[in-house]
């Protein structure tokens, strides 16, 4: 059995989504992630760089994947490493999605919620099951008594 490489991340996009598409004609949507770990004073940020392909990458779900939203993601990680223009040494961390959901809300965004529902259910009951009734001797009904 070969090993699959399958890693998933909880974070808040970075940037709005860029929706592209490659000389061949494949839908690209991509988008950095921020990923936080640790607490308090040894809290620390790494960055992920997601991209969705094919028809995924064509969806209605591009349009919510913008700065600030929460999203989960999962797929095949890879560490690339690279010299920036000025020749200077970097790496990142590339991830090819193959599930997203969106998890919470946009950070800073209030959401309006309807008011509280009507209640439409029946009238509970409030009389005990187990009371035995008025006027019946409970040592009758006991067979074993």
Not at 10 to 31: E, K, L, P
Not at 40 to 60: L, P, Q
Not at 106 to 119: F, I
Request: some cysteine.
């Amino acid at each position: 059995m070969s090993a699959k490489n399958n890693c998933s991340f909880v974070g808040n996009i970075g940037r709005d989504c860029a929706a592209r598409h490659t000389q061949s004609g494949t839908a690209v949507a991509s988008f950095p992630i921020a990923i936080e770990s640790g607490y308090g004073d040894k809290k620390a940020t790494s960055w992920v760089r997601c991209t969705i392909f094919g028809k995924r990458a064509e969806s209605g779900l591009v349009q919510y994947l913008v700065k600030g939203q929460q999203v989960a993601v999962m797929g095949e990680i890879k560490l690339n490493q690279y010299q920036d223009k000025d020749g200077n040494d970097k790496s990142s961390l590339d991830m090819n999605v193959s599930d997203i959901a969106l998890i919470g809300e946009k950070k800073g965004e209030v959401k309006h919620r309807s008011p509280e529902p009507k209640e439409y259910a029946k009238p509970v009951d409030k009389t005990d099951p187990f009371a035995t009734p008025e006027g019946s001797d409970t040592n009758e009904d006991i067979p074993f008594n």
